[in-house]
């Protein structure tokens, strides 16, 4: 956990506010990214938007995503 909120609206280009409680879904971003990893018939893990061991492999060693 990064210690910053995903799930706190912010305008575009604004820092989130730093927190100490983890937020209850994933970041949306890192959803895509495993979204995107599925269809190219990649297995990122389970698509919950945290930035697991298996998408955190796939997108170090795959040269192509």
Do not use: H
């Amino acid at each position: 956990y990064t210690g910053v909120d995903t799930v706190a609206a912010a305008p575009e280009g604004v820092a989130r506010e730093a927190s100490e409680t983890a937020p209850e879904t994933g970041d949306p971003v890192v959803r895509d990214v495993q979204e995107m990893l599925k269809k190219r018939g990649l297995d990122p893990g389970e698509i919950d938007g945290w930035f697991g061991q298996k998408t955190v492999w796939l997108v170090n060693t795959c040269p192509w995503v």
